[in-house]
């Protein structure tokens, strides 16, 4: 738009300019074919093809100097062409000098040279301000992932505390009630009184029954520490304008670490789902082979931003690689007919 008004401008001064010089010309005939090289300049980006039209009016100048005082507008263009050496084109205007006419010839290449100028400015602002947001959109991400990684530190140091504890009641109370069921038993031997052997039998059943109870509890205080499918389902109810298949099929006592990374990939999928995409339906498939875990998220959204996915500075799709590297497997993601996230984790 600027372009437009400062080149108006100009040419309304040729146009003055050519009347006061010649005004029983037909200045009609100047000012159209002036105007039609300019847009032609504008309309063409090829500079081979820029090259032609400049020489083309520079032909006509030579044959009809009144052409001449029409140059500052192809000046104009000419400036964002070749720069500071258009200058030299000011030679032509000797073959019929005007003071007016170098005078906004000097003009046009000003403006152009400030016009170019603020282009280069407004691009430099453009490349900035889409890095600054890109940025922006990295450090969410990260201070989302920081987030998820202090919570997990939280977890595994709670975790390693009530291990901690459940070593200490398996080595104190639970020797001791093993000590106890074998007095039981030697005062059985010694014992001749039926009466006697009866009470000890009662007593050595609830102590056998004691030493059961505390090792399933000590076994659920060394497990309970994040039910993977519970999990699951409970991101999957929190999304309910998508209607979630779940497929869960492991029967492995899978390590917290593991179970947390898993969900934090499902969270990810999730979100990738709710956020970028128009999806009406999403299926979480975790699955158990012999030899490693699958876990495949895919949906049927078809608006997603495939730039933003799959940005180099993507927080989430960078986390799920890290995820498959650290557990020697590998990722895939695609879309076909939605998106479409695979992951594999090798066991051991």
């Known amino acids: 738009m600027r372009k437009l008004w400062e080149k108006s401008l100009v040419l309304l001064f040729c146009l003055y300019n050519t009347y006061n010089i ?4 037909n200045l009609a005939f100047y000012f159209l074919t002036s105007i039609i090289f300019s847009l032609a300049l504008d309309l ?7 090259i032609i039209i400049y020489i083309l009016f520079l032909i006509l100048c030579f044959s009809n100097t009144l052409f001449l005082f029409y140059l500052p507008l192809i000046l104009y263009n000419m400036y964002f062409d070749f720069g500071i050496y258009t200058l030299f084109t000011l030679a032509l205007m000797l073959m019929d000098f005007s003071p007016m006419n170098f005078f ?12 170019k100028k603020h282009n280069i400015l407004l691009d ?19 201070n989302e ?6 919570e997990k530190n939280i977890q595994i140091a709670i975790l390693t505390e009530r291990n901690r504890i459940a070593r200490e009641l398996h080595d104190s109370i639970g020797h001791g009630i ?16 039926d009466k006697m052997l009866k009470n000890l039998d009662i007593l050595q059943d609830t102590l056998k029954n004691g030493m059961e109870d505390i090792r399933k509890s000590i076994h659920n205080l060394y497990n309970e520490s994040l039910d993977l499918e519970s999990q699951i389902e409970k991101l999957c109810s929190e ?19 593991l179970k947390f990374d898993i969900l934090s ?32 998220i895919k949906d049927n959204g078809t608006n997603f931003n495939g730039k933003i996915l799959l940005s180099t500075k993507g927080i989430g799709l960078i986390a799920i690689k890290e995820i498959a590297y650290k557990y020697n497997g590998f990722v895939n993601y695609k879309f076909d007919e939605g998106f479409k996230i695979h992951l594999t984790l090798m066991k051991g």
């Open 44 to 50: 063409f980006d090829k500079k081979g093809v820029k």
């Open 22 to 25: 010649n005004p029983d010309g």
């Open 178 to 193: 093993s000590s106890s069921i074998l007095q039981v038993e030697a005062l059985k031997i010694i014992s001749t009184e």
């Open 145 to 150: 992932q920081l987030k998820i990684d202090r």
């Open 265 to 296: 990939v499902i969270r990810e999928g999730i979100t990738n789902s709710v956020k970028h995409s128009n999806a009406t339906k999403l299926k979480i498939t975790v699955l158990e082979q012999p030899k490693f875990y699958t876990i495949i």
């Open 239 to 257: 999304i309910p304008s998508i209607d979630v298949e779940f497929i869960y099929k492991i029967e492995d006592d899978l390590s917290y670490g």
């Open 104 to 115: 906004i010839s000097i003009i046009s290449v000003h403006l152009a040279a400030m016009t």
């Open 124 to 142: 430099e602002n453009k490349i900035v301000r889409d890095e600054l947001k890109e940025d922006t959109l990295y450090l969410q991400k990260y």
